[in-house]
């Protein structure tokens, strides 16, 4: 059997390299991904640092990682979308898409989605991944790896301006100047907003500060970088 490499947490600060066997196409519309770029999301830091997240809790090896993005290598027999060598952008949280706010495209709210890297649910810290095709997202051309994997943060970015209803010429403030923050930033500036500023309490890490700054203006003259990364 074909293995893989994977970064598996076993418990708190235990992170360890492992080999485990390649998926197999979970179900007919899947597809098989192999990773090609992740990124590391607070709640990554989070299951590392404190072994849980809420009600969500580390009680077995999970492989962590869900801002993903990768190529096709596989497809299953009926999947019709997808062809070997597309480059996706792997959408992580999977709904049942038989309730009320699956249908109604609100699917975001099904009380029985299963979310990448979230227990019991392993995540894209290795080198293959069998998803369903529906939520293999197309990249476009001229999008390479490490954007495709910020495809999933940036539309967090995108829902928080959509829901504050940012329209041409207004201001606003975003508080928080972490990668999410830095990407809202980003994503109400190109909605219309003239004037977007940053804010987050205390210090900022000293590797976002030349982002943060080219981004925005800093409200606070309180702000400042941070001498040592920050989560």
């Not at 098989?32 to 077995?60: N, Q």
């Not at 890297?117 to 069998?130: I, L, M, N, Q, R």
């Not at 500023?197 to 590797?207: I, L, N, Q, Y």
Request: proline share 10%; charged share 15%; hydrophobic share 40%.
């Amino acid at each position: 059997m074909a293995t893989m490499t994977a970064a598996v947490l076993h418990g708190i600060g235990d992170l360890r390299i492992e080999q485990r066997p390649v998926p197999e196409l979970g179900a007919p519309d899947h597809v098989l991904v192999r990773i090609r770029a992740v990124g590391v999301c607070g709640s990554d830091v989070h299951f590392f640092t404190e072994g849980k997240i809420g009600p969500y809790v580390v009680e077995r090896p999970l492989v962590l990682g869900h801002e993903s993005c990768g190529e096709v290598v596989a497809v299953g027999s009926a999947v019709s979308t997808h062809r070997v060598g597309d480059r996706v952008a792997l959408e992580p949280g999977v709904p049942c898409r038989a309730c009320r706010y699956c249908k109604e495209g609100r699917y975001n709210l099904c009380a029985a989605v299963g979310f990448m890297a979230t227990p019991p649910y392993d995540g894209a810290y290795c080198e293959y991944v069998s998803w369903p095709a529906d939520f293999a997202h197309l990249l476009p051309p001229g999008v390479d790896f490490e954007q495709g994997a910020m495809v999933e943060p940036l539309a967090v970015a995108v829902q928080a301006a959509k829901r504050a209803g940012v329209r041409l010429g207004q201001s606003a403030a975003v508080l928080g100047a972490g990668p999410i923050g830095l990407l809202t930033m980003q994503v109400v500036r190109a909605a219309g907003c003239s004037r977007p500023w940053p804010a987050c309490p205390g210090t900022c890490s000293r590797a976002r500060w030349p982002t943060r700054t080219r981004i925005g203006p800093c409200p606070s003259a309180a702000a400042r970088p941070s001498p040592s990364p920050t989560w």
